[in-house]
């Protein structure tokens, strides 16, 4: 070794390969390394431009060349910047070293994007200086290495690809970009639609990701459950091939790296120790609960749910990102410290602020930045929080006789003893305060193991009985039965287990700890098994559903969609409600951690593909169900045309163009077709019954302002809005029925009706004096002064039914021109009757005369309600039933009287006989 020794250039080489191969100093001293001629002829020829280093089982080995085979052990490579012989005063200039780790390949591309690319591209004066067109092939040469990186095994000699290899998958962001590559190219292993199917469910989070460092720590904190849900959806998928397990650990665990990596770099940037007091608070907290997030998806998909997912189970242990924990962990004590230290300043009076002045309780943690979390700054950090903890206890004496103090005066209060507690509660774990605050966190502990009895005996009053009763569990809104209960009980969970946490952090030295700690975890027990019988009462009441037809959970791809019910006319969908609910159901019950069974899920899942086209079905029918109450009766005839080419759709649900089979479920293309025309038709109908609808509105509105004008002062106005109104109903003559327009005529001349109107409601007070003096019934009467003759009638036959102890069913009404009824308990007598198309001249019909008016009086008459097996004034055989209409225009039958008419009945059918109250 001696000649080694004197030789600056060798030591130069042996001391950086001893490094980086971390070998014994031993192995050096062996004269064959000092005149190994692999190492002189690159120190001492200038045409030999390289030295390779490798270690291998054999030993190290020197070359002056680099072998194209296997690569898997590492190299260490010297070569020359210049072909010249080295000597010590170039030794520095003219030597550069570089390692080789996993590949050529794998080599490279870091180096392109850790070192070589930042520099050239971003660095203000290298890039001003350096070729666009070289930089362009710089980023080229970096996205070409990093595909070929993630796509292939990295070995040089085997470009082969593996899909559970991942040595290139360093980000999320390059796990992402891996099923972008796939999806764009494809290969034997893995198909384009399987790798787009991936790369669709990575974009809900890729954005994100890829900007990580531009993210608040609140958004990643939001972050951190889109990302559970989407690599749920990813490990859960069945229409694809499964997510390797080994790449979905890779992934799981370069994720927590990257969140890890955020928090500190967000965190860095704050003064932990001296920033204020708030904003380190809020921070601090934020990267807290990433941690915190992460670790329990990690451990709730891996230990949990995957492990029990039928379809794809996790088959290794449960996934715990220990590093991220602890770094977690560490936060957690960085937040506890600041908080000590402002609950010190709130008590102590600034006279003894001095005493844990900012600079002085900090000094410990001079230079260490204590979110830099690894095993070698751990030692480091418990040290330097020991000398913080020497430095504070003069100063937590006294801050126990006050705390003591404050406890004191509201300890008879459990919530407010509570609230001080916790939020004192880094005070009180303090152990000097903890021994000085025993009696009371005695008192806590007791309140604490009331609120257990409380939590049990509220569960057990409601476990038993109807979600949203007084004596049922909590009701919640859009929750099945099942979910509300198993939500219910969770909130219970969450109570019991804060309450377990607080004593656990403050009370676990207590005597009496132990029966309290056993006595919340019997009820913690007893509210998972009623949570877990719940799910399993579900389960067994779904899967015996699925074998009954009338359960509404039976769905057949090949049935039919839907059909017109022949009992009551009405549209149904055969896509029950209670597929709906247990569709809902089924996502509440997985999102609440629990593996739905086999069968379930997989009737969820056919629910689920139609789901969306039943929907819109359902929509139409309830459309369809309900048309005819949206319109307006009047109305109705106008709308028949649409009405009727809806219904002849809804009938002709046929597939095809020869229309010989039903529509059904499983003819995805034919449905959509199907549903595209049935809602184009249910809008034709839904919007001519809007125009319809608004002609009727705007009438109605014109109408109200002629209602409210001032007849005597202002007639000019009520003809001009009446020519407004009849101009109105001209435009839409020819589009509406007759039977429409009749609802808007009016008086021609309003001062002629209100005449008759004031006459009308002079005739009406003249009854109404008649009545209060018992003798209406006595008294001639003319029906036509009523404005309703027919609720009149149907007055005095309930008056009859109740005279004779009868009901009203079994009476019948007639008249008589012979004198009064004498079967009759109540009758009237009537005058004011006009007869058309004939005479009468009380006994019986005649035809009219030439010169006979078209419309003649009638002679009074009895009227009044008989029994229906009683005899009436004349024989049935020689009368006909005439109606009696209140005007001549006849559209409006008040009742129907027998008349005697001779025995020829049809005569006086076909010359339209009639009866009126009045002419017009």
């Known amino acids: 070794m001696a000649n080694g020794t004197a030789d600056v250039r060798k030591l130069f080489i042996f001391t950086t390969t001893q490094n980086y191969f971390g070998l014994m100093s031993e192995l050096w001293d062996q004269p064959l390394l000092c005149n190994c001629l692999e190492i002189n002829n690159f120190l001492d020829d200038g045409n030999q431009m390289l030295l390779r280093v490798q270690r291998s089982d054999a030993g190290i080995s020197f070359s002056n060349t680099i072998e194209f085979g296997d690569t898997k052990d590492k190299v260490l490579v010297f070569f020359k910047l210049r072909p010249e012989v080295i000597t010590d005063e170039n030794l520095h200039d003219n030597i550069l070293v570089s390692s080789m780790l996993e590949s050529p390949i794998s080599s490279l591309y870091q180096a392109v994007r850790q070192v070589f690319a930042p520099m050239?591209?971003?660095?203000?004066?290298?890039?001003?200086?350096?070729?666009?067109?070289?930089?362009?092939?710089?980023?080229?040469?970096?996205?070409?290495?990093?595909?070929?990186?993630?796509?292939?095994?990295?070995?040089?000699?085997?470009?082969?690809?593996?899909?559970?290899?991942?040595?290139?998958?360093?980000?999320?962001?390059?796990?992402?970009?891996?099923?972008?590559?796939?999806?764009?190219?494809?290969?034997?292993?893995?198909?384009?639609?399987?790798?787009?199917?991936?790369?669709?469910?990575?974009?809900?989070?890729?954005?994100?990701?890829?900007?990580?460092?531009?993210?608040?720590?609140?958004?990643?904190?939001?972050?951190?459950?889109?990302?559970?849900?989407?690599?749920?959806?990813?490990?859960?998928?069945?229409?694809?091939?499964?997510?390797?397990?080994?790449?979905?650990?890779?992934?799981?665990?370069?994720?927590?790296?990257?969140?890890?990596?955020?928090?500190?770099?967000?965190?860095?940037?704050?003064?932990?120790?001296?920033?204020?007091y708030y904003l380190v608070k809020e921070s601090l907290k934020a990267g807290i609960s990433i941690c915190e997030q992460w670790v329990i998806v990690c451990n709730h998909l891996t230990g949990q749910v995957w492990q029990r997912y039928v379809p794809h189970p996790w088959k290794n242990e449960k996934y715990f990102p220990e590093t991220l924990d602890k770094l977690g962990k560490r936060l957690e004590e960085v937040l506890a410290i600041r908080t000590i230290h402002e609950k010190f300043l709130y008590f102590l009076p600034a006279?003894?602020?001095?005493?844990?002045?900012?600079?002085?309780?900090?000094?410990?943690?001079?230079?260490?930045?204590?979110?830099?979390?690894?095993?070698?700054?751990?030692?480091?950090?418990?040290?330097?929080?020991?000398?913080?903890?020497?430095?504070i206890a003069p100063a937590e004496q006294k801050i126990a006789g006050k705390l003591k103090n404050y406890i004191s005066e509201i300890q008879d209060s459990p919530q407010q003893l509570l609230q001080a507690f916790l939020k004192y509660k880094e005070l009180v774990k303090r152990?000097?305060?903890?021994?000085?605050?025993?009696?009371?966190?005695?008192?806590?502990?007791?309140?604490?193991?009331?609120?257990?009895?409380?939590?049990?005996?509220?569960?057990?009053?409601?476990?038993?009985?109807?979600?949203?009763?007084?004596?049922?569990?909590?009701?919640?809104?859009?929750?099945?039965?099942?979910?509300?209960?198993?939500?219910?009980?969770?909130?219970?969970?969450?109570?019991?287990?804060?309450?377990?946490?607080?004593?656990?952090?403050?009370?676990?030295?207590?005597?009496?700890?132990?029966?309290?700690?056993?006595?919340?975890?019997?009820?913690?027990?007893?509210?998972?098994?009623?949570?877990?019988?719940?799910?399993?009462?579900?389960?067994?009441?779904?899967?015996?559903?699925?074998?009954?037809?009338?359960?509404?959970?039976?769905?057949?791809?090949?049935?039919?969609?839907?059909?017109?019910?022949?009992?009551?006319?009405?549209?149904?969908?055969?896509?029950?409600?209670?597929?709906?609910?247990?569709?809902?159901?089924?996502?509440?019950?997985?999102?609440?951690?629990?593996?739905?069974?086999?069968?379930?899920?997989?009737?969820?899942?056919?629910?689920?593909?139609?789901?969306?086209?039943?929907?819109?079905?359902?929509?139409?029918?309830?459309?369809?169900?309900?048309?005819?109450?949206?319109?307006?009766?009047?109305?109705?005839?106008?709308?028949?045309?649409?009405?009727?080419?809806?219904?002849?759709?809804?009938?002709?649900?046929?597939?095809?163009?020869?229309?010989?089979?039903?529509?059904?479920?499983d003819n995805p293309k034919e449905l959509e077709g199907y549903i595209q025309k049935l809602q184009n038709a249910a809008e034709r109908l839904a919007t001519e019954n809007r125009k319809l609808r608004k002609w009727h509105t705007t009438f109605c509105e014109k109408v109200v302002v002629l209602m409210n004008i001032d007849l005597l002062r202002q007639q000019q106005r009520w003809k001009d809005g009446l020519q407004e109104l009849r101009t109105g109903l001209a435009t839409v003559e020819a589009q509406c029925p007759l039977a429409w327009q009749s609802k808007w005529e009016g008086p021609e001349d309003p001062l002629q009706y209100l005449r008759g109107l004031v006459a009308r409601a002079l005739a009406i007070q003249n009854w109404v004096d008649k009545a209060e003096k018992q003798a209406l019934l006595s008294e001639t009467l003319d029906l036509s002064e009523l404005f309703h003759p027919d609720t009149f009638l149907n007055a005095l036959r309930q008056e009859t039914a109740r005279a004779v102890g009868r009901s009203v069913d079994s009476l019948k009404f007639v008249a008589s021109w012979k004198g009064r009824l004498q079967e009759a308990k109540l009758q009237i007598k009537i005058s004011g009757l006009l007869l058309e198309g004939c005479s009468f001249d009380g006994n019986q019909l005649s035809e009219n005369q030439l010169d006979s008016p078209s419309v003649s009086s009638v002679l009074p008459c009895f009227m009044g309600w008989i029994p229906q097996d009683a005899c009436g004034p004349y024989s049935p055989d020689e009368c006909i039933s005439l109606p009696v209409y209140t005007s001549a225009e006849r559209d409006r039958v008040v009742t129907n009287i027998d008349v005697p008419c001779g025995g020829n009945q049809d005569q006086w059918i076909q010359c339209g006989a009639a009866l009126f109250l009045k002419n017009q």
């Open 431 to 665: 152990p000097t305060i903890s021994k000085e605050l025993m009696l009371e966190r005695e008192t806590l502990l007791a309140r604490l193991v009331d609120s257990i009895k409380d939590f049990r005996l509220d569960f057990e009053n409601r476990c038993r009985g109807i979600p949203g009763d007084a004596s049922g569990p909590l009701s919640g809104k859009n929750l099945s039965e099942v979910v509300n209960n198993i939500v219910w009980v969770r909130q219970l969970e969450l109570k019991v287990d804060d309450t377990i946490k607080i004593a656990e952090a403050l009370l676990s030295d207590l005597s009496g700890f132990r029966c309290f700690h056993q006595s919340a975890e019997d009820l913690l027990d007893q509210l998972k098994l009623y949570e877990q019988e719940q799910f399993d009462d579900w389960s067994r009441d779904i899967q015996s559903g699925l074998s009954d037809s009338r359960s509404g959970l039976c769905i057949e791809a090949s049935s039919r969609i839907m059909e017109l019910d022949t009992k009551d006319g009405s549209l149904k969908v055969h896509y029950s409600d209670r597929l709906v609910i247990l569709l809902r159901e089924v996502r509440q019950l997985s999102a609440l951690g629990f593996v739905i069974p086999a069968k379930i899920q997989q009737v969820a899942n056919i629910a689920q593909k139609f789901c969306k086209q039943a929907i819109i079905l359902k929509q139409v029918a309830h459309f369809y169900n309900s048309i005819d109450q949206q319109m307006i009766q009047s109305q109705r005839p106008m709308m028949l045309q649409s009405a009727l080419a809806f219904e002849q759709i809804i009938k002709n649900s046929k597939t095809g163009s020869g229309g010989k089979s039903q529509i059904t479920w």
């Open 351 to 391: 006279s003894e602020e001095k005493i844990i002045c900012l600079t002085r309780v900090f000094e410990p943690f001079t230079g260490l930045n204590p979110v830099q979390y690894n095993p070698y700054t751990e030692p480091l950090w418990k040290a330097a929080v020991s000398q913080y903890e020497k430095i």
């Open 120 to 276: 050239l591209l971003k660095d203000q004066e290298w890039s001003r200086n350096f070729d666009p067109k070289l930089q362009n092939l710089l980023s080229e040469l970096e996205a070409g290495l990093g595909i070929v990186l993630r796509r292939s095994d990295t070995n040089l000699t085997k470009l082969k690809f593996k899909e559970d290899d991942t040595r290139g998958i360093l980000t999320p962001s390059d796990e992402f970009q891996f099923w972008i590559e796939q999806a764009h190219r494809g290969n034997k292993q893995i198909s384009k639609e399987r790798a787009n199917y991936f790369k669709e469910l990575f974009e809900t989070v890729a954005r994100e990701f890829y900007n990580l460092d531009s993210l608040s720590l609140l958004e990643v904190v939001d972050l951190v459950e889109t990302t559970q849900d989407v690599v749920d959806d990813v490990w859960r998928q069945t229409e694809h091939d499964q997510y390797p397990e080994s790449r979905m650990l890779h992934l799981l665990d370069i994720i927590g790296g990257s969140f890890g990596r955020f928090v500190q770099k967000k965190l860095g940037t704050l003064n932990l120790w001296e920033d204020p």
